[in-house]
């Protein structure tokens, strides 16, 4: 079936790298843009990065520019998120997101999510 | 501070209309079509509405949007205790080239 599955995330100090990786299957991800989406433990959902289709361009929040790398394997069916110099800030449910041609900037495939604790 | 505006909170009784708007600009709802999200909680976001008023196959007819200017609007009739969720409206935003999202509105169902 239709899945994204994410993997990666635990707990981290400043200033450290962590990579998450994100699994497709069920449909045709080399056709899909794919995003990574945060949302910080109880506020709201924040975009953080997406790639297209063929990973030629990229684009990132404000947050996360110079720090987070969106990145992909088309033949192996793989999103990543590269994060370095990790903040406290950074700390949130890490969700990875299937944005199929022509649909606006719309996620129609979403990941369970695997978190991300940035702490001392 | 989110780029696109929602109320935190909005509440209905069984069976009532309730809507939710969202207000952005020129450089994203002005230009762009927007999509909406239902959260329950504990899960991850679902698509509800895409290009401003679309429906996925499964989100039923009680659910529908629209889009004036620079504002756009969720409205969901026969409100159910199911519908008690968070919702967010997204847009691309082509000054930030970047997509961004609404704060979120609480929905209760009294």
């Known amino acids: 079936q239709v899945q994204l599955v994410e993997s990666g995330g635990g707990v981290v100090q400043p200033g450290t790298s962590l990579r998450l990786s994100c699994a497709a299957s069920g449909f045709s991800f080399n056709t899909y843009a794919m995003h990574w989406v945060r949302q910080p433990p109880g506020k709201g959902l924040e975009w953080v990065a997406f790639i297209w289709s063929d990973g030629v361009h990229d684009y990132y929040g404000d947050s996360v520019k110079g720090r987070f790398t969106i990145s992909r394997d088309n033949s192996k069916n793989i999103v990543y998120l590269q994060m370095n110099n990790l903040r406290a800030e950074d700390t949130a449910v890490y969700y990875c997101?299937?944005?199929?041609?022509?649909?606006?900037?719309?996620?129609?495939?979403w990941g369970q999510g695997t978190t991300v604790t940035v702490s001392s | 501070q989110s780029v696109l505006t929602q109320p935190p909170s909005a509440s209905g009784a069984p069976g009532q209309r309730v809507s939710i708007s969202c207000s952005g600009s020129?450089?994203?709802?002005?230009?762009?079509?927007v999509n909406w999200y239902r959260q329950l909680p504990g899960t991850a976001p679902k698509l509800l509405l895409h290009k401003n008023d679309q429906r996925p196959s499964g989100v039923p007819d009680r659910f529908s949007g629209s889009k004036s200017g620079t504002s756009a609007s969720l409205a969901i009739s026969g409100l159910q205790s199911e519908d008690e969720a968070d919702y967010y409206c997204s847009a691309w935003d082509g000054s930030l080239e970047a997509v961004v999202f609404g704060g979120g509105t609480k929905l209760t169902v009294l």
């Open positions: 020129r450089s994203n709802i002005g230009r762009n079509t």
């Open positions: 997101g299937g944005d199929p041609p022509q649909s606006g900037w719309a996620l129609d495939i």
